[in-house]
T-cell receptor, first 112, second 112 residues
Framework: GDSVTQMEGPVTLSEEAFLTINCTYTATGYPSLFWYVQYPGEGLQLLLKATKADDKGSNKGFEATYRKETTSFHLEKGSVQVSDSAVYFCALDKAAGNKLTFGGGTRVLVKP | DADVTQTPRNRITKTGKRIMLECSQTKGHDRMYWYRQDPGLGLRLIYYSFDVKDINKGEISDGYSVSRQAQAKFSLSLESAIPNQTALYFC???????????FGPGTRLTVL
């Protein structure tokens, strides 16, 4: 079946550091790929998405590129802020069925 | 006002009790979902509904039931709660043909 694997956290960084969170997936066909973010005490919200190979999703300084050859969708940000402290989830949606398959989540803590 | 609301936000109950978690949305979306979140496991789909008369099991539906009372309301029931149902529960909504889901703030359920 479909699956999403993320690097385990927590990831602890200093402010202005570079952030990478690895995400790989297993799925047949051509799924859409997503990063959702969960801030403390809140529900998940969409951070960015990509719907086909080589697409780059971007939002709030975060970027991720859909790499079909490596089945990956790694999340990056060049300079993190304390406000980026959250749990980040990689997810896929196959065949536009709106049934998301999530990775286990990666907690990121940014220290001033 | 929040577009997707969940009640209660926190609940502590005892083994064997019946519990209902409620979700309401003002987004006008036709699709609604229930997930549970466990540490390290990400979110897993319990049930989903593409319209009022269409309800489907997700990957972990055992021990749960749902009711779609109206387009805007989707309730999750635990008929006889057990301790391993202790988790954070999220409701989400989406529009048919669109791939973004919108999440409520979550309900933290503890079964003693």
């Amino acid at each position: 079946g479909d699956s999403v694997t993320q690097m385990e956290g927590p990831v602890t960084l200093s402010e202005e550091a570079f952030l990478t969170i690895n995400c790989t997936y297993t799925a047949t066909g051509y799924p859409s790929l997503f990063w959702y973010v969960q801030y403390p005490g809140e529900g998940l919200q969409l951070l960015l998405k990509a719907t086909k190979a080589d697409d780059k999703g971007s939002n709030k300084g975060f970027e991720a590129t859909y790499r079909k050859e490596t089945t990956s969708f790694h999340l990056e940000k060049g300079s993190v802020q304390v406000s980026d402290s959250a749990v980040y989830f990689c997810a896929l949606d196959k065949a536009a069925g709106n049934k998301l398959t999530f990775g286990g989540g990666t907690r990121v803590l940014v220290k001033p | 006002d929040a577009d997707v609301t969940q009640t209660p936000r926190n609940r502590i109950t005892k083994t064997g009790k019946r519990i209902m978690l409620e979700c309401s949305q003002t987004k006008g979306h036709d699709r609604m979902y229930w997930y549970r979140q466990d540490p390290g496991l990400g979110l897993r789909l319990i049930y989903y509904s593409f319209d009022v008369k269409d309800i489907n099991k997700g990957e972990i539906s055992d021990g749960y039931s749902v009711s779609r009372q109206a387009q805007a309301k989707f309730s999750l029931s635990l008929e006889s709660a057990i301790p391993n149902q202790t988790a954070l529960y999220f409701c989400a909504t989406s529009v048919a043909g669109a791939d973004t889901q919108y999440f409520g703030p979550g309900t933290r359920l503890t079964v003693l």
